[in-house]
């Protein structure tokens, strides 16, 4: 997936490459040169600036140290010691020193260290190493390429979620030591979606279908799929509306009777808040004219639903499966 070393002896990575391969922003990458001297020992028509396999290992070794609480100039020391080749050992002897002559304050958590991601895309390690890091500039932007890169569908299912559940693995390994870790990623995630979430156009015609409802059951509260859901409808130009997080039954009955809509779906991450009746309760729900009555399609989604008896209701398998549902609901309605 990447360039050999002699490709990049010859050609050399831009910032902006190299920025993802290591999981930085390339203001870090910038700043790191400017400040420290951590910079492309070329540049190309004396502006452009190419990295080659010699300046990405600096970097690594740069990204290493100040992941473990390294100061940033002390760090470039060492970086810079190790691609001057100097002697084996010195650079582990001066890495040493480092962490003896600058000790972490008393009670001060270790830094979390990499997330078990297996293989996944190679945008999934540069987001996991920023998160790691906390360096929610590199999260956000390399979350955005994703998006624009892919689309929105396959960013989600094949980047923001195995790097969600690396994360969440190690926290629950690890104690609280990945929390601050989970919420920087959970809310980065978040912010792209919202991004990536295309207005919605007045609908006129008051005998279309009404929006597709899109709730969390009572007790839940994790949105992001919900938010995934509501962002590649409306990229496909469906109607939605987004309730969120812990919806009580009887505000989401209220807004099924007033909204009218062709789909209702209900989010369960926790087998304990799947509330069967509730989404039969849904389901029953009518309205329309005597002779011309509509029922919402009631579409089942998380993991907590597993195992329920769900006749007369969907159970879409991925975000791909519930946007290609919906648009054939509404392909059906001539929407």
Not at 198 to 221: K, N, Y
Not at 300 to 328: E, Q
Request: glycine share 10%; proline share 8%; with cysteine.
């Amino acid at each position: 997936m990447g360039e050999s070393p002699e490709e990049l002896a010859a050609t050399g990575l831009t910032t902006g490459a190299v920025a993802r391969r290591l999981g930085v922003s390339p203001t870090t990458l910038r700043s790191w040169d400017r400040r420290y001297g951590i910079g492309p020992a070329v540049r190309s028509d004396g502006r452009h600036r190419r990295w080659t396999g010699q300046d990405v290992a600096m970097l690594e070794t740069m990204c290493r140290l100040t992941s473990t609480g390294v100061p940033p100039a002390e760090a470039a020391r060492v970086a810079k010691a190790q691609s001057d080749d100097v002697p084996s050992g010195a650079d582990d002897t001066a890495a040493a020193a480092i962490a003896h002559a600058a000790p972490r304050p008393a009670g001060r958590a270790r830094p979390a260290g990499p997330l078990p991601l297996g293989d996944v895309r190679q945008e999934c390690r540069g987001i996991a190493r920023a998160a790691v890091r906390l360096d929610a500039p590199a999260v956000r932007e390399q979350l955005s390429a994703a998006v624009e890169e892919h689309g929105l569908t396959v960013a989600w299912q094949e980047v923001m979620v195995p790097t969600l559940h690396a994360v969440g693995r190690k926290w629950a390994s690890s104690g609280d030591r990945y929390v601050e870790v989970e919420h920087l990623l959970s809310w980065q995630v978040s912010g792209t979606l919202h991004r990536h979430t295309r207005p919605q156009p007045r609908r006129g015609d008051a005998a279309a279908p009404g929006p597709a409802v899109l709730a969390c059951v009572p007790g839940e509260q994790h949105t992001l799929p919900l938010e995934a859901l509501n962002a590649g409808l409306s990229e496909a130009g469906l109607p939605t509306r987004m309730f969120g997080a812990a919806v009580p039954a009887e505000a989401l009955m209220a807004a099924v009777d007033r909204l009218g809509p062709a789909a209702v779906v209900l989010w369960a991450q926790a087998r304990s808040s799947a509330t069967l009746p509730l989404a039969q309760h849904v389901a029953a729900a009518q309205w329309g004219v005597k002779g011309a009555r509509r029922q919402p399609l009631v579409i089942l989604a998380g993991p907590g639903w597993l195992g329920r008896s769900t006749h007369g209701m969907a159970r879409p398998n991925s975000l791909k499966d519930a946007v290609d549902l919906l648009a054939g609901l509404y392909g059906t309605y001539g929407g």
